[in-house]
């Protein structure tokens, strides 16, 4: 089946320092979709990448949708202490379904 | 409502009953998708609804799942004879439409099996 390989699993960082995350796949997605989870929340989504190639910024996010359609990152710059949560990538497929990637946990030390 | 309402937040059974959670989508929205997340993954894929009709339901586990949506608003997701392994938190998610990728969440429901 579909699988997505994000990486990495938790990251520590300092505030004001910039977070880079990734996610692979196996298959091809007609969509990449970077969503945010805080505890007790259910996601909501930051970014949705629609073509091959697409680079889309959400204020300090910047998401890209790989060329080869198999890969997508998240960039957070400047990073703050709201931006800690857990992000997920998804990549949407043919029959509109997500499938998702394990999460990468933000920690911020202030 | 103004966003995704899911009820109970949190449900503790035992072994081998029944249980029922339910779903207020998006006033409008067609499309309603139920997930499921264990601890430290993502959501995974359940049953998806367009209207009345369940549109995919291959993410079910196995028959001890159904899920319906008799107005094509509300749905509920029915567990039968649980089992310590159905512990999750189980989300729902509303959509426009089908190929809207701009669902949005429920805060979910934590189903604790004992």
């Known amino acids: 089946g579909q699988q997505l390989n994000q990486s990495p699993q938790s990251m520590f960082i300092q505030e004001g320092e910039d977070v880079s995350m990734n996610c692979t796949s196996s298959s091809i997605f007609n969509t990449w979709l970077w969503y945010k989870q805080d505890p007790g929340e259910g996601p909501v989504l930051l970014i949705a990448?629609?073509?091959a190639g697409e680079l889309t910024s959400n204020g300090r996010l910047t998401a890209q949708f790989g060329i080869t359609r198999k890969d997508s990152f998240l960039n957070i710059s400047a990073s703050i202490p709201s931006d800690v949560g857990i992000y997920f990538c998804?990549?949407?497929?043919?029959?509109?379904?997500?499938?998702w990637g394990a999460g990468t946990k933000l920690i911020i030390k202030p | 409502g103004a966003g995704v309402s899911q009820t109970p937040s949190n449900k503790v059974t035992e072994k081998g009953k029944y249980v029922e959670l339910r779903c207020d989508p998006i006033?409008?929205?067609?499309?309603l998708y139920w997930y499921r997340q264990s601890l430290g993954q993502g959501p995974e894929f359940l049953i998806y609804?367009?209207?009345?009709?369940?549109?995919?339901d291959s993410g079910l586990p196995n028959d001890r799942f159904f899920a319906v949506r008799p107005e094509g608003s509300v749905s509920t997701l029915k567990i039968q004879r649980t089992e310590r392994g159905d512990s999750a938190v189980y989300l729902c998610?509303?959509?426009?439409?089908?190929?809207?990728?701009?669902?949005?969440f429920g805060q979910g429901t934590r189903l604790t099996v004992v």
């Open positions: 998610a509303s959509s426009p439409d089908s190929g809207n990728t701009e669902a949005f």
């Open positions: 006033s409008g929205h067609t499309a």
């Open positions: 990448l629609y073509k």
């Open positions: 609804f367009q209207g009345t009709g369940a549109a995919d």
């Open positions: 998804a990549g949407q497929d043919s029959n509109y379904q997500l499938i």
